[in-house]
């Protein structure tokens, strides 16, 4: 672990992505990963930590929320009392932190799964469910990548048993 320059000596982290780039983050934001906490707590943070399964854009969108959500937990410590409308930019700044490509938003799902980041996962599986809703079998099997496996014989069987399943108005074909 480093320490930053200035008054306030925050320690930092240095983590390092699949692709070798490195990062500098503060210790108070790195924490609300339970892998990363733990790693520090058993002292395995005193160099570079290494996280093969996380690309560089990824670790990037990943501190960047964990950034934004460091003063949170910082002002429930210190004693004061929140800063008002605090809690309305958390939520416009999740909102934006969203509105990502699918792809993004998986790869950045994958990435808070590995790390045990909690409400980072919770926020983005809330995303890519509320994108899933409403969509066609076809849609959703696109947007998730999934061979369709049935015979068109088995499908027509299933269409049969569930026909609700595959109309009304409010079934969305698009991919997005």
Known sequence: MAESDGGNKKKTVTLKSSDDKEFEVEEGAVIQSEMIKNMIEDGYAA???PLPNIDGKTLSNVIEYLNKHISKDEDE???KPAETGKEDDLKEFDEQFVNMDWE???DVIMAANYLSIHEL???CCQSAADRLKNKSVRAVREMLKITNDL???EEKEIINDAPWAFEGPE???TVN
Request: proline share 0%; no cysteine.
């Open 121 to 123: 996962m919770e926020l």
């Open 47 to 49: 160099s570079v930590i």
């Open 77 to 79: 410590d210190d004693g």
């Open 151 to 153: 015979t068109e014989e």
């Open 104 to 106: 993004e938003l998986f």
């Open 171 to 173: 079934i969305d074909d």
